[in-house]
């Protein structure tokens, strides 16, 4: 992964004081750009907000624990083969993930952070794609 793992916890962190505001705009972000992803979701997504979240959080705390990180993802590319999520989905996921962090990190943003997560969010999404694959075939 050539991401500098610092940088992932410190701009994480920057946006946390953000609280719920962050992952309003996440959500507002992917459906306004992506709407054929809307119905996947259900129509109240208060919960599943602090989900998504929580387990972002729990994925950033465990980014050097590589046996954990892969059974976490794993576990979550197989549920969501059963939400519906396609691989083509992901792409457009991490892009409302990069933007909405870039919109509440501030002067913590920067193109090594930038290049971080998406090298982060590369290896989540494949994982995630490989699990939910073996799934579905
Ligand atoms: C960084 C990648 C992602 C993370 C961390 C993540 C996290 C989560 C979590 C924690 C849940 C709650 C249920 C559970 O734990 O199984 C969830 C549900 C869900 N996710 Fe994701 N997700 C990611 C990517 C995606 C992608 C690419 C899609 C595709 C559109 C997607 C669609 C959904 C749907 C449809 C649900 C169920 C929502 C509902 O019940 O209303 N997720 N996600």
């Known amino acids: 992964m050539t991401a500098d793992l610092s940088l992932i916890r410190s701009s ?7 609280g719920t505001q962050v992952t309003e705009y996440f959500y507002e972000h992917l459906f306004a ?3 054929q992803v809307r ?3 259900a129509t109240h997504l ?11 959080g729990a994925l950033v705390s465990n980014l050097e624990n590589t046996e954990t990180l892969t059974s976490m993802l794993q576990n ?11 691989a083509e989905h992901y792409p457009a996921v991490g ?6 962090l870039q919109h509440y990190a501030g002067d913590a943003w920067t193109p090594a952070v ?7 969010y590369g290896v989540i999404s494949s994982t995630m794609v490989a699990a939910g694959d073996s799934v579905s075939s």
């Open 95 to 100: 892009a409302s993930l990069i933007a909405t």
């Open 114 to 120: 930038e290049e971080s997560w998406t090298a982060v």
């Open 39 to 41: 119905p996947l979701f």
């Open 76 to 86: 979550l590319g197989r549920r969501h083969a059963g939400y519906g999520a396609l």
């Open 33 to 35: 750009n992506n709407p």
């Open 46 to 56: 208060d919960e599943q907000r602090d989900r998504l979240w929580a387990a972002l």
């Open 12 to 18: 994480f962190t920057a946006v946390q004081p953000h």
